[in-house]
């Protein structure tokens, strides 16, 4: 027996394609009220996004969609849309994410084009169109470590250590809005990319939630992503890839070395930001399955501080402190060379 949902979506698909001899599959999601399925007919195949409106706004969706599809950014095209009940037909991007093709022979083409696609995306003016990724947020985010992390390691910092935490979330936070300010996807990973049929561009989905912010974000959650592990070495030389497709502007006054530590500084706050995330999305939303990513995590956090002194006295805090309860709980990683 069809739901009343069904239902609607039978009726709406049917008038959208004129047909009603299409076949309809739906995924298994995420636990967000968003779901979605494959429509095919006739050998075509689309995306159909159910979001029902009273749990789900997909207007920013879709018009974060369009200005980005406007402007020359790989992203689904909207075949239909009925926002009053809930309904996007999409393209159909398949189901080949960029996760599932990188290895050390693949990753430096695919990782190139990702570069070249991330600068277009930079260069298009967004300022009027998304939110500032603003020191407030930026430091709330990195909040999350002290709400949610610390806690799970019965950890209390004392007073003195509550001070040094601050300033350096500070350090971080001023180090990202003194970088130029650009579109930023803020999800711009492997698996947030997807291998499209005879295209060379990379399809980009999940951008729901872009802002205008440091234009090392995007190149840090490629290249540093918490779900695949790259050679120090092998990522500083993408970090010169990238900064030499930049326009001039991004560049001025800014050699590679300080672009380095710049993006360097965005990576650590992105860290300590998904520290508290992971451990978050496990207590609260009993999502255990981003556990196992934690020690990574932590890992790229000790590592690419260690060239700066301003951050040493925290990561002394760290060192000291967390690293020993973090371990027992949560495990060590084991480097891949």
Known sequence: MKTQREQLIQTWITSVLNSDQFEINFLAGDASFRRYARISLNNKTFMLMDAPPEQEDCVPFVSIDEFFD?????????????????????EDFGDVLL??????????????QSFKQLVQLQSIDGETHFPAYAYEKLISEMELLTDWLLPSLNIQPTTDQSALIKRTFAI?????????????????????LMKLDNETDLGVIDFQDAVIGADTYDLISITRDAYVQWNAERVYTWFKVFYDLLPEVQKQDRDFEQFKKEADFMAIQRHIKILGIFVRLFERDGKSGYLKDLPRVMWYLVEESKPYAELQPFMQFIHAKVLPAFEEKYGKYEVVA
Do not use: C, M, W
Request: proline share 4%.
């Open 172 to 192: 971080l936070a001023n180090a990202a809005l003194a970088q130029p300010q650009v579109i930023v996807h803020r999800d711009f990973h492997s698996r947030n």
């Open 70 to 90: 406007q402007h020359g950014v790989r992203v689904p095209h909207i075949v239909a849309k009925d926002l009053e009940q809930g309904f996007l037909l999409l």
């Open 99 to 112: 996760s599932t093709l990188l290895n050390d022979e693949t990753v430096d083409a695919y990782y190139a």
